[in-house]
Every structure is written in structure tokens, then in C-alpha cells.
């Protein structure tokens, strides 16, 4: 029996556990319907926020845009005015070059005039033909004067409508961005109603699988449930990756889920999955933490780098219910979280196992290259036994050689010394020989010295 205590009166009165069951069951839903409520109210108001922020910006922007395309509209038709200013300026520079021109050419024709009449008995015909003369030049300077003028109105009008189209352009262009703005805001509008929907459909697929609970096998509807969401949501991105139920058993134990995925050979992700549920009516509750140790050995068994514990139990604990609940300082990589988050976290994991992939190669490549570098030290530590065998007995007969090339170098060393000690002694001979004269033959002779005199003297 459990005894409750009315808050008004403060009378105590006792109920069974049935009662007691079903009043605390009244209370959870009564919460559970509140604080749903209140996240959805929540989440309209900020949608409804995002909506209006979106549609500021893109009535901020276009409005930007808008004010640009006026900017450049102004500047163009000044452009024009400009232009319209500078043909008519150019027009009555034009007109008052012709009207000097004429005021010149008819100076020119009164003073030819005068001095024609003075000499008019004389070259009247001359005169004449001068005047014709300069009729025509005058018509020609008026004719090229037009030819000249509507030139420069027809380039002016090409400019003006050259102008006007490009106004015209701009005009369109800025309708087609405002259409666009608009077209953007509808399509907004409309995503941010359908997450809106996808939402409450969410919501309202947890109200009645919390309310299918109280009447089906709890473990297998969530294991059937994450089963469901894995093939709907993750096969399609992960066609090859293996997710299946853990049915062999390692020392009497086993977990739920094993979810491994491979990219090029190599495995980049493994995930342990256990699957934890019970009853609202149970009278003995279970917490997350009692699950954990089994789990982190289950994951070591199986030789899993991950471990998760995909938990509806303590319903009423935020910590669980606010998202992913990291265990790694009770167990490795281990991580609690609520069956709509099984999804997303999966997808964070391979996300992030994904950028260590090539870390992993690298350390498959450097153990291969570690391997290699082994066998080259071998195959290095063999050439250098072989060459050291080769080396001692190349030297050996290198040494040989050298004594030999030491008893031919003294042998010739000897003979060196005897054909320089020959060298001195013919150097000595040719000195002699060189410093003998007649001089030195008659010195002391004087029976020759006496007949090469006589034979100079002849000469």
C-alpha cells in the first residue's frame, strides 16, 4: 500500500498499487503532454521568427537591389541628358560656324564686288564667273553644313535610344529579381511549414509509441524501432554497411546491434548497440548506469570502438532527455542517448570516424613501409656481410699487389740511381769536352804552339 497526502487538507490516505500506478501514470501524461506542448508553442514562435527574419532580409535586399537599379536608371538618364545637351551645344556651334562662314564668304564677295566694279570695263566676264564661283562654294558649305548636322542628330538619337533600351533592360531585370525575392520567401514559407509538419509527425509518432508501450514487448518494439529507422534513413546513404542483430554469444553474453562500415578494404566505424526499455508500471526502475559495464565488455568482446546505449529509461531525468549523454570517463567511448537520436548520432560518428580514415591508412601504409623497411635492413645487413667477405678478400690481394709494386719500385729505384749517376758522369764528359781549346792543348807545349801559329799566320 502506498500512502498519499492530499495538499489541501493534509488528510493521509492509503492506495494500492494499482492506483497508485495509475494516478502516477495520470501525472506523467499530464507533464509529458504539457511540456510537449510548450515545445511546440516554441517551436511556431521561432519559426514564425526565422520566417520574418527571412523575409526581412529578402525584402532588405531586394529593396538594396531596387535602390542600385534606381541609382543606375538616374545616372543613365542624366547620361542622356548630357548627351542631349552636348548635340544641341554642338548644333549651334555648328550654326554660328556656318553663319561666320557666310559672313565671311559675302565680305569676300562684297570686296571682290568693289574691286570687280572698279575693273568692271576691264574682266566684267571674270567677275561673273568668280561670283558663280562663289554661289557654288557656298551652297557646298551649306549642303556639307546639313549633311553635318543631321549626322550628329541621328548619333544623337542613336545614343537616346540606345539609352532607353538599356533603361527598359534594367526596368525588366529588377521585375525578374522581385519575382525571384518573392518566389524565394514562398518556397521559404513552405520548408519551414513542412519541417514544421515533419516535427509534429515526430512528436506525435513518441506520443503513440510511448502509449503502445503499456500493452507490447517493450525491448523488442524499441529494438524493432531502431532496426526500422537504420534501413529507412541510413541504409540508402550506407548501402554496404553491416548492421544485424549480435546473436553469438562470447563468455555468455551478447549485445543487441553491431554496426560496422568499410570504405576502400578498411573498417573506419564500429558500433556496439544495446537496446533498453520498461514499462511505466514496473515497479522496480532500472538507471542507464547499471547497463554500462556489460555493455563496455560486450564492445571489447566483439572488438567494437564504439558503445551505445539507446535508453527510454529514467523518463524523467533532463540529462538524458536534453540529447547525446557522453559516458567516456565511466567506460571508453561510451554514450547514452534516446531513441531519436539514434539516427543523427550515427551519422556523427561516421562523419567523424570518416576524417580519421585517412590517419588509418596512413598507419596501415606506415606499418607496411615498417615491414619493408625491416626486410630492406635484412637484405641491407646481408650485402654488407657478403661485401665485407668480398672486401677482405679483394684486399688481400690488393695488399699482395702493393708488395709487389713496392719490390718493382726499389728495383727501379736502383736503376734510376745508376742512369742518373751515368747522367752526371756524361755531363761531367761533355763539361770537358766543352771547355777544351787550343789554348789549353798548347799550354806547356810550345812545339805546337809554335806550328798553330805558323798555320794562323798562313791563313
Known amino acids: 500500500m502506498k500512502e498519499l497526502k492530499c495538499p489541501h487538507c493534509g488528510q493521509v490516505f492509503q492506495v494500492d498499487e494499482a492506483d497508485y500506478a495509475s494516478i502516477l501514470s495520470q501525472v506523467k501524461n499530464a507533464e509529458f503532454d504539457a511540456e510537449i506542448n510548450r515545445r511546440l508553442h516554441e517551436l511556431e514562435e521561432r519559426h514564425l521568427a526565422e520566417q520574418q527574419l527571412a523575409t526581412t532580409k529578402a525584402e532588405q535586399s531586394f529593396q538594396s537591389q531596387l535602390n542600385k537599379k534606381e541609382l543606375e536608371i538616374n545616372a543613365k538618364e542624366a547620361e542622356i541628358t548630357r548627351l542631349r545637351s552636348e548635340a544641341a551645344s554642338l548644333l549651334d556651334r555648328v550654326k554660328g560656324e556656318k553663319d561666320t562662314e557666310i559672313a565671311l564668304l559675302k565680305n569676300q564677295l562684297e570686296t571682290i564686288a568693289v574691286q570687280k566694279a572698279n575693273e568692271q570695263a ?85 506520443k503513440d509509441l510511448k502509449t503502445k508501450m503499456s500493452t507490447k514487448m517493450v525491448g523488442e518494439t524499441l529494438e524493432q524501432h531502431c532496426s526500422i529507422e537504420f534501413e529507412q534513413y541510413i541504409r540508402p546513404m ?121 590517419y588509418k591508412k596512413q598507419l596501415i601504409l606506415a606499418q607496411n613501409k615498417e615491414v619493408d623497411v625491416t626486410n630492406f635492413e635484412n637484405q641491407l645487413q646481408e650485402f654488407k656481410d657478403k661485401f665485407g667477405r668480398n672486401y677482405r678478400l679483394a684486399s688481400e690481394k690488393f695488399r699482395s699487389a702493393i708488395n709487389e709494386i713496392d719490390k718493382t719500385i726499389t728495383h727501379l729505384q736502383k736503376v734510376r740511381e745508376a742512369l742518373v749517376g751515368s747522367e752526371d758522369n756524361l755531363r761531367l764528359a761533355n763539361d770537358k769536352a766543352e771547355g777544351l781549346t787550343i789554348r789549353k792543348l798548347t799550354y806547356k807545349n810550345p812545339t805546337m804552339k809554335e806550328k798553330f801559329d805558323e798555320a794562323r799566320n798562313r791563313e
Open 122 to 206: 576691264i574682266a566684267l566676264a571674270e567677275k561673273d564667273k568668280a561670283i558663280a564661283q562663289l554661289h557654288a562654294s557656298i551652297e557646298q558649305s551649306e549642303n556639307k553644313l546639313q549633311l553635318a548636322v543631321m549626322e550628329e542628330r541621328s548619333k544623337a538619337q542613336q545614343k537616346v535610344q540606345a539609352k532607353d533600351t538599356e533603361i527598359t533592360q534594367l526596368r525588366a531585370a529588377a521585375a525578374l529579381e522581385k519575382r525571384e525575392a518573392q518566389i524565394h520567401e514562398a518556397a521559404l514559407t513552405k520548408r519551414y511549414e513542412e519541417e514544421l509538419r515533419m516535427k509534429q509527425d515526430q512528436v506525435d509518432y513518441y
Open 238 to 358: 550506407m548501402p554496404q554497411a553491416y548492421f544485424e542483430k549480435d546473436n553469438e554469444a562470447v563468455d555468455g553474453t551478447k549485445g543487441d546491434f553491431v554496426f560496422r562500415d568499410y570504405e576502400d578494404g578498411t573498417e573506419y566505424i564500429s558500433i556496439m548497440f544495446e537496446m533498453k526499455n520498461e514499462m511505466d508500471t514496473t515497479a522496480t526502475k532500472h538507471k542507464n548506469d547499471d547497463f554500462l559495464k556489460k555493455l563496455d565488455e560486450d564492445r571489447r568482446k566483439k572488438g567494437c570502438e564504439f558503445a551505445v546505449l539507446v535508453s527510454m529509461l529514467e523518463a524523467d531525468n533532463d540529462l538524458y532527455n536534453n540529447g547525446i549523454v557522453n559516458k567516456s570517463h565511466l567506460y571508453p567511448k561510451m554514450y547514452v542517448i534516446r531513441p531519436q537520436f539514434f539516427v543523427p548520432f550515427i551519422n556523427l560518428l561516421v562523419q567523424t570516424s570518416k576524417k580519421s580514415l585517412e
